[in-house]
């Protein structure tokens, strides 16, 4: 069972560059989300999504984009990375409300 | 904003311990997550409740509505026990969207 996979684990960007952290589930999820984790801190809502074709913004949306045209995928983009993008990405997936939440494996990203 | 606060930040056992980790949040919910983050830096649910106790192995979680509280209990702690553990509940009128504690570090040594 795959579950939420997440890739790359890590990646190192210029200042500037561009780049895509793919997600997908296998497990029929309507509910995505893409957060990111910063030392010390909780984990922060980017963006999410309650189905296909439908994403919202979450706590911290600047600077990333999101798209969802299938169930089973919802790819984070970063279209001029900063510094302040250095962090650690997950996406989850739920399948309703009030249910358990799956996470992916973590995309360690460094900008520089 | 539904806040959540986890105590304690930082928490050293010694193997065989009961552990007791604690979280509060400011708004009524409809259900309350753990969640485990493994050194590696991955997330895993542990558990997900809305009222009472639930129980899996040695993991136990309360949780208590009315006093907006709920606490999670290791029993004879192990040292692969050590984990960042995280509590999360849904935003205020956020649906399923959560709002996360900071997390309590747990070291459990030999």
């Known amino acids: 069972n795959a579950g939420v996979t997440q890739t790359p684990k890590f990646r190192i960007l210029k200042i500037g560059q561009s780049m895509t952290l793919q997600c997908t589930q296998d497990m029929n999820h309507n509910y995505m989300y893409w957060y990111r984790q910063d030392p010390g801190m909780g984990l922060k809502l980017i963006y999410y999504s309650v189905g296909a074709g439908i994403t919202d913004k979450g706590e911290v949306p600047n600077g990333y984009n999101v798209s969802r045209s299938t169930t089973e995928d919802f790819p984070l983009r970063l279209e001029l990375a900063a510094p302040s993008q250095t962090s650690v990405y997950f996406c989850?997936?739920?399948?309703?409300?009030?249910?358990?939440?799956?996470f992916g494996q973590g995309t360690r990203l460094t900008v520089v | 904003k539904n806040e959540v606060e986890q105590s304690p930040q930082n928490l050293t056992a010694q193997e065989g311990e009961f552990i007791t980790i604690n979280c509060s949040y400011s708004?009524?919910?409809?259900?309350l997550h753990w969640l485990q983050q493994h050194p590696g830096g991955g997330i895993v649910s542990l558990f997900m409740?809305?009222?009472g106790k639930k129980k899996h192995g040695r993991l136990i979680a309360t949780i208590n509505i009315q006093e907006k509280h709920s606490s999670l209990h290791i029993t004879a702690s192990h040292p692969r026990d050590s984990a960042v553990y995280i509590c999360?509940?849904?935003?205020?009128?956020?649906?399923?969207?959560?709002?996360f504690g900071e997390g309590t570090q747990l070291t459990v040594n030999p």
């Open positions: 708004v009524g919910i409809s259900a």
């Open positions: 999360a509940v849904p935003l205020e009128g956020g649906g399923s969207r959560l709002t």
């Open positions: 409740l809305s009222s």
């Open positions: 989850a997936g739920q399948a309703g409300a009030l249910t358990e939440a799956f």
